[in-house]
């Protein structure tokens, strides 16, 4: 049997065997939202399923091709529906797709390999979906089994964390691939940043002034606009771009390609300057965290103590200075550094509250249950309507102090198995730059957790846990990588002669 074709004897790629996987890929996907989404989502998908079984077609011949198509559309998700222009549930196309690989990937298993998967990250992630699982029983509220209720928590803090892990893992498996990825998320972040360069210049469009108008309360802070670019809010954009520039510099600094250099450097340069536009303050620890990773990573006592003096000159200005207060980016960022904030403060006084009232809750008071379904006279009522304002707080709430405990050591399970390929298995000063502004990027992401509710929001999730699944595949990937560099690099050697050549004969 041929992949490409379903059948070797036959030029057709759809012909016999390929109609028969396109119906059922499409059974399993319209049972998969009938019971996520119900009706309502059942019928968005019957609406469009002619377009979803000649897309599901092509795919079957082409799996890249919808892998590529998952990582937009996994990014834009939240844009186009503000546009209106996504009249489906958000998650919809992106689990469709990640469900769709994942069966393709099933199907051919012997090109997929499914060892790739098994590693640290993929039992980590084992043990929390486990430990979320056994939270459908969590009856603290006395709001008795809710399976329904329980499952739309599940997709958000566990489901999709794992589908990031499957699917990028048996996907990005060479050299090419990876930095066709690279490439990839570049645009991606130049497109958000010029976005966010058109809301400031320009001005909002229809759907975002009315976003603007109902969020003006943590959008617009002390007359100073937070912008939000293409994603839900200025938190997850902010957030989203410092993690997102620590990786290009990273990759930017370490590469020996000239293009890869400038490109990720610009890439880079326009994310930190989106992140200051954001107005999120935690985005620039967020920056500063990320740095620190690969002060370690990169095992260099100069790079790491140019880095480190850089830093503190950075948070020295920010801190003990008033240059650049006319600027309200700078303005607002400089404000990260007061200890007297009211926000902050705010949040110290929430969180005390939570937790008297956990301390009846030690596993929490269930996943998905909030204050639409826990009733006004409930004991933990005050918990389901006190605004987490963090990701880690959220699951802290939900899944108790015994479900934070599990999050944290599976999430430090993950990232030191990561650190720990990097640190001792790449030998490649650009293959280690890579790895490391992975890793770099998923600390500084899970800062911003910490600080704000953007984790498991789009694109965040997928693209962060994702490059970290990646990591664990990097050392498979090395041999091949060095052979593609020395090309590249050759290439580039070439291009060079060729213009000195040039100038030279100008010059005669």
């Not at 890869?260 to 326009?270: Q, R, V």
């Not at 000063?429 to 502004?437: E, N, P």
Request: hydrophobic fraction near 50%; include cysteine; aromatic fraction near 14%.
């Amino acid at each position: 049997m041929s992949w490409s074709g379903f059948s070797s004897n036959s030029s057709n790629p759809y012909a016999g065997g390929g109609r028969v996987y396109v119906f059922l890929l499409l059974f399993l996907l319209s049972l998969y939202v009938y019971t996520s989404q119900g009706v309502i989502g059942m019928a968005a998908v019957l609406a469009i399923l002619p377009v979803m079984a000649l897309f599901f077609a092509v795919t079957l011949t082409n799996q890249m091709l919808t892998f590529w198509a998952l990582f937009v559309i996994n990014y834009f998700v939240f844009f186009l529906g503000r546009m209106g222009w996504l009249p489906i549930p958000a998650s919809l196309p992106n689990e469709a797709l990640e469900m769709l690989l994942l069966v393709l990937g099933i199907l051919n298993a012997e090109i997929m390999r499914f060892e790739k998967v098994a590693n640290l990250m993929g039992i980590a992630l084992c043990i929390w979906c486990a430990y979320c699982t056994l939270e459908v029983l969590n009856n603290s509220c006395s709001l008795g089994l809710n399976v329904g209720v329980w499952y739309t928590g599940f997709r958000l803090i566990a489901q999709q964390l794992f589908y990031a892990f499957l699917v990028c893992s048996l996907y990005i498996d060479t050299p090419e691939k990876l930095m066709k990825y690279l490439r990839l998320w570049a645009a991606l972040a130049l497109f958000a940043s010029f976005w966010c360069w058109k809301q400031q210049n320009i001005g909002f469009n229809g759907p975002e002034q009315q976003f603007m108008i109902v969020a003006a309360r943590t959008h617009i802070v002390n007359g100073i606009t937070r912008y939000f670019s293409i994603f839900s809010e200025a938190a997850s954009c902010g957030i989203n771009m410092a993690a997102s520039a620590v990786m290009f510099f990273i990759i930017a600094l370490t590469s020996k390609v000239k293009r890869d250099k400038i490109y990720f450097l610009i890439t880079a340069l326009a994310c930190t300057k989106t992140m200051f536009a954001s107005g999120t303050r935690t985005a620039l620890f967020c920056l500063i965290a990320g740095f620190m990773v690969y002060v370690v990573l990169s095992k260099s006592v100069k790079l790491g103590t140019a880095i480190v003096i850089s830093g503190l000159l950075f948070v020295g200005f920010m801190k003990y200075t008033t240059i650049g207060n006319g600027n309200n980016e700078i303005r607002r960022m400089r404000s990260a550094f007061n200890p007297e904030d009211a926000s902050s403060n705010v949040r110290k006084m929430n969180q005390a509250v939570m937790a008297k009232y956990l301390k009846d809750a030690p596993w929490g008071i269930g996943i998905g249950v909030d204050y639409t379904n826990v009733p006004s006279n409930n004991k933990f009522r005050t918990l389901a309507t006190i605004p987490p304002d963090s990701e880690y707080v959220y699951i802290w709430v939900h899944t108790g102090p015994i479900g934070i405990t599990v999050f944290l050591i599976t999430t430090a399970m993950m990232w030191l198995g990561a650190f720990w390929v990097v640190f001792t298995r790449l030998k490649n000063r650009s293959y280690l730059g890579i790895g490391a502004g992975f890793c770099a990027a998923f600390v500084a992401m899970q800062l911003g957790g910490y600080g704000n509710q953007v984790l498991m929001q789009f694109p965040n999730c997928f693209l962060f846990y994702g490059c970290l699944a990646i990591v664990y595949n990097l050392p498979r990937m090395e041999k091949d990588y060095i052979e593609l560099e020395k090309k590249r690099y050759a290439e580039q050697l070439e291009r060079e002669r060729i213009k000195e050549e040039i100038r030279r004969a100008k010059r005669v």
